[in-house]
């Protein structure tokens, strides 16, 4: 068929679908029309260890602009609004559940900096927050920084990608990004005269101002892999080109920007899956020479922030669960001034630590949980309390900008209790409530359980998994399981509170976090053991977590549905095909599944800074292992589940022609006809739409789905 034809055809079964997704006068839906069916032309992916047929690689248009293929996402667009709406009216009631929940006109808890209070808040019916600060008090008159709704006018997509106000208070730098391809603009406000002071520095990923209140640093993207690469130096009102004040040459690492709480330094940070490297800067002096804090050697991660007369240190050096460390200010780069402060332990994993003139807060995890303990200088501490198990203590990183302070704020959680944040003296242990997030209705967490349990792997490794569900409920092997999971660069899902997920759990759904290999949760080794040559773990230990809850009565075994995004997905399409038939539905959002093809080519955004996370196929042994599960080489002639598939048009991490060769190969392949319905978001990247109430209906349109096919459509 040829390029013309192949449109054409693609074209008339768009508009055949939407003619069937009007319903009859009855109120019936036709039945669904032909599945779009992807044409299939020759090519080669070349490798040096074995070429690979790939007929759907025409999916592939780096200008998103190819009208075939286009056309295939519009008819495949076209086929998901047919499914659809067979249940419409269920997404239409999720929502308005969902939504119904919601404070629509909250705020976040003020924090005070540098002589103001900067809070955020949303107004009723808007899909943006307004970014807003008071000068003293509380009580004093609203200034607005930025106003997300009037900024996202005429814009499909838009996000604020984060701001920082000068030293001064005077001048407000932010970057934002209308596509959804995080290649953020930077911008600058004076916030006296209202005047734009610099306007479209393109490209930036990350940005500080420096002290002298005129000087911005920012990273700078590459125009082709978006990898952020470069560091240049802004000084407002100056004609000349941004100076280069540091350019990385391996492309395995990410560079960005930044500066020490205690405003003192600037620095330049490089980081990749096996190193990290750190360079500073007084911050008075933005035009002076950069300095190594201490050189990167492979298989050390290391990060610091100073206080006072030192740096405290997070290091892996010696220690594989990290340990934390402090070295005098100016012998930074001699490892023999560096000095243990809180050791190495096998059983506790340290994820981030604050600190503070008279005191130091750690997040780390023990047993599977993160927790916070406070340390003071003389050795003495305690931990925060935690009033369930499983649960989620964390520190508020932008919440504690003070050094001088004994007042520590943090943030706590579990599947039951709404995120609730505090603060605590951390001299009297007095603690005062500052906010629990609201949830409108009838919520009571008292009608909700949650739990944790360990399931076996076949190798014998004890996965932890958090539970919740609707108290009534009966471990009889008759509830329906939503099961999720993430398993991939040492992330970690923690339990937490979800308002919108009450619209599964009323509905009689057990809802499951898998905290399986590839993930953090256990500390270094989970993750270890879940990447690289090891990374069918992460795959087995999803599938065993099932077969556990399924075992022990949590789940009917034909009711078990499955949930993952990103690299989660990649995770749902490996289990598709490994275990198909334990599954009722799966739902994969912006998933990995082209891994082979993706690692090979270096020009797609983040390839080279993930070799150390899957392994480079252009070599022995990872080719060979990485084939072995790439969920769209391994799509195989067998029954598969019924699958939602989502995208973005102009997703930078996941490009979407993976989803869409993947989906197209499902339907040419597979043996059975469950429904198979992908959706590309046009005007959207990686986390999807990007105002709240449209990220919410898409939430509603998953849980139509699997409630659709649960039978619960009400």
Request: proline share 5%; hydrophobic share 35%.
């Amino acid at each position: 068929m040829s390029t013309r034809v192949a449109t054409r055809f693609l074209l008339l079964s768009f508009l055949l679908v939407l003619a069937a997704c009007v319903p009859t006068r009855s109120g019936e839906v036709p039945q669904l029309p032909p599945e779009p069916q992807a044409e299939q032309r020759p090519f080669v992916v070349v490798s040096p260890q074995g070429n690979r047929e790939d007929p759907w690689y025409w999916l592939r248009d780096d200008a998103r602009q190819d009208p075939d293929v286009i056309a295939y996402l519009e008819a495949e667009n076209a086929y998901y609004q047919a499914y659809e709406a067979r249940y419409g009216g269920l997404v239409d009631t999720l929502f308005e559940e969902i939504v119904g929940r919601i404070k629509q006109d909250d705020a976040t808890v003020p924090v005070f900096d540098n002589g103001y209070w900067y809070y955020a808040r949303f107004e009723e019916g808007k899909q943006y927050p307004v970014h807003a600060r008071r000068k003293g008090s509380m009580d004093a008159p609203e200034e607005i920084l930025l106003d997300g709704n009037a900024m996202a006018e005429g814009h499909a997509f838009f996000s604020i990608g984060g701001y920082e106000v000068s030293d001064d208070n005077r001048l407000l730098a932010w970057i934002e990004d209308t596509v959804g391809r995080r290649q953020y603009v930077l911008k600058v406000r004076d916030l006296e005269t209202g005047e734009m002071l610099a306007d479209g520095i393109e490209r930036v990923s990350s940005f500080t101002w420096a002290g002298d209140n005129h000087t911005l640093l920012y990273g700078e993207n590459h125009p082709v892999t978006l990898l952020s690469y470069r560091v240049r130096r802004h000084k407002l009102g100056s004609a000349a080109e941004d100076a280069v004040v540091y350019e990385e040459a391996d492309t395995s690492f990410y560079t960005y920007v930044g500066r020490s709480r205690s405003k003192d330094y600037l620095a330049i940070y490089l980081g990749s899956t096996e190193a990290t490297e750190m360079r500073i800067l007084e911050a008075d002096d933005p035009t002076g020479e950069f300095r190594v804090f201490l050189p990167r050697e492979r298989g050390h991660l290391y990060a610091a922030d100073h206080a006072g007369e030192r740096w405290l240190v997070r290091t892996n050096k010696d220690a594989p669960n990290f340990r934390l460390m402090s070295v005098p200010v100016g012998a930074e780069s001699d490892f023999a001034q560096w000095a243990d402060v809180v050791p190495h332990s096998e059983d506790v994993f340290i994820q981030s630590f604050l600190v503070f003139d008279t005191f130091m807060a750690i997040g780390e995890r023990s047993g599977g949980l993160l927790r916070v303990r406070v340390r003071n200088w003389d050795g003495t501490e305690f931990y925060l309390p935690a009033d369930q198990d499983p649960s989620t203590t964390w520190l508020s990183s932008n919440g504690n900008p003070r050094l001088d302070t004994t007042v520590l704020r943090y943030a706590y959680t579990s599947m039951t209790t709404p995120t609730t944040i505090y603060d605590i003296d951390v001299v009297s242990g007095e603690r005062e409530l500052l906010k629990r997030d609201p949830v409108l209705g009838d919520f009571d967490p008292a009608n909700y359980q949650t739990e944790r349990v360990w399931a076996t792997a076949r190798d014998g490794e004890k996965i932890p998994v958090s539970l919740v569900y609707r108290k009534g409920f009966k471990r009889d092997g008759t509830a329906p399981l939503y099961q999720y999971a993430y398993g991939s660069y040492g992330s970690s899902e923690d339990p937490s509170f979800s308002s919108v997920r009450l619209s599964l759990l009323d509905r009689g759904f057990v809802y499951a976090i898998a905290h399986i290999r590839g993930g953090q949760e256990m500390g270094r080794r989970w993750y270890d053991d879940g990447r690289l040559l090891n990374k069918m773990n992460t795959f087995t230990d999803f599938i065993d977590v099932t077969r556990h809850l399924v075992a022990e009565g949590y789940a009917a075994p034909d009711k078990v549905f499955a949930m993952g995004g990103s690299a989660g997905g990649l995770l749902m399409g490996a289990v598709a095909n490994m275990a198909p038939g334990l599954y009722a539905g799966m739902v994969a959002h912006v998933p990995f599944v082209d891994v082979v093809s993706t690692m090979l080519d270096e020009s797609i955004p983040l390839t080279t800074n993930e070799f150390d996370e899957w392994g480079n196929p252009k070599f022995a042994p990872w080719y060979e292992y990485m084939l072995s599960y790439s969920p769209y080489d391994n799509v195989a002639a067998q029954d598969y589940p019924p699958l939602l598939v989502t995208t973005g048009l102009h997703d930078s991490q996941v490009q979407y022609w993976e989803p869409a060769k993947w989906v197209a190969k499902l339907r040419a392949t597979r043996t059975n006809e469950a429904p198979l319905i992908f959706r590309t978001t046009m005007e959207a990247g990686h986390g999807g739409r990007s105002g709240r109430f449209e990220r919410l209906r898409e939430t509603a349109q998953e849980y139509a789905f699997i409630l659709y096919l649960a039978g619960k459509q009400e």
